[in-house]
Each structure stands twice: as C-alpha cells, then as structure tokens.
C-alpha cells in the first residue's frame, strides 16, 4: 500500500526554516524555505537525489526523516543557497 502522508524535515539554516517534503505516492521531493519553493524533483530525480546523501540507509524511494535531514544539509551547501 502506498504511503500518502509525507515525509517532513526541517532545519534552521542561518534564521531561515528550511523544509524537505517527500511524498512517497508519486515521488515527488520539495525543499522549501518559508514559502518558497527552493527545488522541487520528480522521479527519477528525487530518487536520486536522495540516494545521493542517505547511504545505505533505505535508499532514495523510502526515505525518513534523517534522510531528508541530510537532504538539507547537502542543498544547502551548494553555491547559492543561502543567498536567497
């Protein structure tokens, strides 16, 4: 049975609360700060991009919480981010 309630995260980054949002039913990976939208992937994509930081965790189609933790912290150290 597919999951219909996401998977959230949340850190302070500077004084800014940044979300990740996983939804497991389609796959779709959001990073928002406040109420932007700061990126937002569909599978394959998302899968990806989580894989990328989870390890071996549960790899990137059943994240958790510090998955998406680590999620962030990656998103936000790319050249950028924390400009916006």
């Known amino acids: 049975m597919l999951r219909s309630t996401p998977v959230i995260a949340s850190k302070t980054v500077g004084d800014e609360e940044i979300h990740a949002e996983f939804l497991s039913d389609t796959g779709r990976l959001r990073i928002m700060g406040g109420v932007t939208v700061r990126a937002e992937w569909f599978p ?15 790899w990137g189609t059943r994240p958790d919480e510090a998955d998406l933790l680590r999620l962030i912290e990656n998103f936000m150290r790319l050249p950028g981010q924390l400009a916006k």
């Open 44 to 58: 394959p994509h998302s899968w990806f991009a989580i894989a990328s930081v989870a390890g071996y965790s549960r």
